[in-house]
């Protein structure tokens, strides 16, 4: 069997500040293997990217912010990495395709300069030979004229050319992880599409892992091989992917299921049930997830002990969260997806 590239196991992210703790990330584990593409989904302030900036140790480096548990990254502990070994891994093992790419890209350089600067950070190259992977890199990420788009900056580039920018330095060193935070959520439809079978291609190309954080469950279904569902800090349920969407066991991702599109608000996020997700600060007593939850109807042990994740299926791969997770069959499902429906 083939070692996962990356094993998160019990990660745990505290932001403290004088009055209050905020657990962002409370006990998260789950594997990644090489050239699978995981979907990591919940509702925002989940603790989704902070889990993944967790591992590349990209948090604020302060006595604010504490973290435990263990990251295997090849089976290296990457919360014990110095520096310098930090630096290998960031630039060269592990990618990150954030939301918005100007974050990453540096407006006053050219974008060619920029890739040549990934290029050579982690290999001796001959100059020439760096523009010639370079103008390769962004052919291949589908930019329509990449000789020309080598010299040119940032800001002459539209979202979904950043985007495609931000890929092709991402995949500059052939890394092994690939991580993708909301990678396509400010770009229009078509463009996210073509994103998408960009990072597809990429990822095909060197069989790299690849973590697809996002809100978006029409991705998941088309991209990923399993699913982590994140609900105030913690998984409540992971799965492969047809049966996460056939045959949910956690209450949350039924609502997720099916949810309808909110619209008018500043963001397009579904409403996967009545209510709102907790203050990481004062996350509820038991099951996170008892105050909003259709199918706990007031039992206690649901506000008095927080269920562990195991398995709900025949097989351990698929895991669920929840003390009833063994009464939700079909007819169950249905009936809860219909009484979200009618609250809605
Ligand atoms: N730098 C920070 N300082 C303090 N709290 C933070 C910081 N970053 C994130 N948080 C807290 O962590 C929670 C989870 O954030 P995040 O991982 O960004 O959610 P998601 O990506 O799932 O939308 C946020 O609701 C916020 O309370
Ligand atoms: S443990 Fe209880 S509150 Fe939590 S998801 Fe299951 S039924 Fe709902
Ligand atoms: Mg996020």
Redesign the pocket.
């Known amino acids: 069997m083939t070692e996962p590239i990356l094993s998160i196991q019990d990660l745990r ?1 505290t ?1 403290r ?1 004088r009055s209050e703790s ?1 657990h ?2 409370d006990g998260v584990s789950f594997d990644v293997y090489p050239g699978e593409t995981v979907g990591v989904v ?10 993944m ?1 967790s591992i590349l140790q990209l ?2 480096q302060t006595s ?2 504490v973290t435990s548990g263990r990251v295997l990254f090849q089976g290296k502990d990457v919360l014990k990495a110095s520096q310098r070994e930090l630096r290998h891994i960031r630039g060269r093992e592990i990618a990150l395709i954030p939301q918005d790419p100007m974050t990453c890209l540096d407006p006053v350089l050219r974008v060619g300069g920029q890739l040549r600067e990934a290029i050579r950070a982690h290999n001796a190259v001959p100059k020439a030979e760096q523009r010639r992977r370079g103008v390769k890199l962004l052919d291949s990420v589908g930019l329509p004229q990449p000789e020309r788009q080598y010299g040119q900056f940032p800001h002459e580039f539209s979202g979904g050319m950043r985007q495609r920018a931000m890929i092709a330095m991402g995949m500059a060193n052939g890394p092994s992880l690939l991580i993708a ?2 990678p396509t959520t400010a770009l229009d439809v078509t463009i996210q599409a073509q994103v998408m079978d960009i990072l597809r291609a990429a990822q095909a190309e060197t069989q790299a892992g690849l973590v697809l ?1 996002t809100h978006d469950l029409g991705l998941i279904a088309e991209m990923a091989d399993r699913v982590v569902v ?1 609900y105030a ?1 913690h998984v409540v349920e992971s799965g492969d992917v047809r049966t996460i969407f056939a045959q949910p066991r956690h209450p949350y991702t039924l609502g997720l299921l099916g949810s309808l599109p909110q619209t008018g608000g500043d963001q397009d996020w579904l409403r996967p049930i009545p209510g709102s997700p907790p ?3 004062r996350v509820p007593s038991g099951c996170p997830f008892h105050p909003r939850c259709l199918h706990s109807r007031g039992r206690e042990i649901c506000s008095t002990q927080r269920p562990e994740l195991t398995p709900a299926g025949e097989t351990g791969a698929h895991q669920s969260a929840c003390h009833f997770a063994n009464e939700l069959d079909n007819e169950t499902v249905h009936d809860l997806l219909k009484a979200a429906e009618d609250i809605q």
């Open positions: 992210v932001f500040s905020v962002a990330v919940g509702e925002s302030g989940s603790g989704k990217s902070v889990t900036l948090l604020p604010r912010v935070d909301e954080i994140m800090g203050d990481l600060a």
